[in-house]
Structures are given as structure tokens and as C-alpha cells.
């Protein structure tokens, strides 16, 4: 059987990526593919819960290096299961991943290395989809502000770790300034579509960039 194809959506705060990976879904439904909804962090598991406290209470302080580590380990909490999917022939899409986590603790002043470390061994997706907004776009969305990390010049921070994955043979930057919710959805399937037609070769794993 071949195996499905592992999709990652990632991007910065408020820049649609759960929008976009909803819309995908239903894309994937009427086409008749057998696809599951991942996102990260994934908050209802034991390590989720506690993510969850740190990015919604200050009063909860954790060092950069372990919240850097729990967002890890709720990677690795899945892993089996996206794993399985995608052997089963399952198509598997992930709203943040990796390189959320690389970003974010990196942008932090952690070393980006370092950062990757914990995640080496983990499925790699086909194909990244980043979604790329003009700074001050996502900053004046409904809703920012509201969690730890939405702090406009932490996000730029953010945006340039983020960019030092773009030169990734998986990587697809997908340019969202003045593009309707459908525009954005119609570009994405378009990426999606090329990944999917292409033979797909052994699934890969994180190494060392
Ligand atoms: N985040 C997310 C990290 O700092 N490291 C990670 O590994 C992941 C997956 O969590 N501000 C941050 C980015 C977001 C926050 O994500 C919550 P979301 O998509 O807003 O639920």
C-alpha cells in the first residue's frame, strides 16, 4: 500500500492556519481521501494540559529550555499514531509542528540546534506550507495579545527563525497579504495536489539540518 502523505501547516500567531487546515480537510473529504487533523500543541494530553497552563496562565513560569522540551514531548506523544496513519495509507495534516518549536524557543535566544534536537527522529512532512503575512497583518487580528508569545516584536523574531527553514526541499511559502480565505485555500491544494500526484518515496524522519 502506499502510504499518505504527511502535510504540515505552520506559520506565525493569527495567520489562518487553522482556517486553512479546516477548509483543507473538507478539500480532502470531497475528494475521497482518509485524512486526520493533527494540531500542536495538542493540549488534551498529559503534556498537553500542562502546555496549555503555560501559554494561558504568566503566573505559570517555566525555563525556555523545559517548555522547549514539553512542546517536544507532545510531539512525540503522536508520533506513534501519525506514524501508523500514514503507513495505513492515511493522509495526515498538522496544524504546527517542528518548526514551530524550533522558531519560537529559538527566537527566545536558545540555540536553533539545540532547539531541533529533541525532535530528531520525528516523521517529516512531504510538504510545509508556510503561511507568510506582512508582520503587521497577524498583530492586528481579533484575538492577538491573548496568549503568551503574541507580542508583535517577539513575532518578528519568530518570522526570521522561521525563515531559516525556507531553503527545505519541503518547503512552500505561501504568501497570504490581500488573498480571501478561498485564494489562500486554493493555493494550498494546488501545493497539496503536486505533492500527492508525485511517487512517494520511504516516509522520512527529522536529522540534523
Ligand atoms: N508553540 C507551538 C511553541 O512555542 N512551540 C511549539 O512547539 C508549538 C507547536 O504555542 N504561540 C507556540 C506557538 C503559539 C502557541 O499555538 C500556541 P496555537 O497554534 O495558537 O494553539
Known sequence: MTRGVLVCIEGLDRTGKTTQTTSLLEKLDKDG?????IKFPERTTPIGRIINTYLTDTAF???????H?????????????IRSLLEDGK??????????GVAYSSAKG?????CLSPDIGLPKPDIVLFMKFK???NVTREGFGEERY???????????????????DNWRTIYVD???????????????????SRRREALQYFSKL
Open 33 to 37: 481521501v482518509d485524512a486526520t487533523l
Open 61 to 67: 513560569e517555566l525555563s525556555d529550555q523545559s517548555a
Open 69 to 81: 522540551l514539553l512542546f517536544s514531548a507532545n510531539r512525540w506523544e503522536l508520533a506513534e499514531k
Open 91 to 100: 493522509t495526515v495534516v498538522l496544524d504546527r509542528y517542528v518548526y514551530s
Open 110 to 114: 536558545l540555540p536553533f540546534d539545540w
Open 135 to 137: 508582520q503587521e497583518e
Open 150 to 168: 503574541e507580542v508583535a516584536e517577539f513575532q518578528q523574531k519568530v518570522k526570521t527563525q522561521f525563515e531559516k527553514f525556507q531553503n527545505e
Open 178 to 196: 490581500n488573498k480571501s480565505i478561498e485564494e489562500v485555500g486554493e493555493m494550498i491544494w494546488t501545493e497539496y495536489k503536486v505533492t500527492a
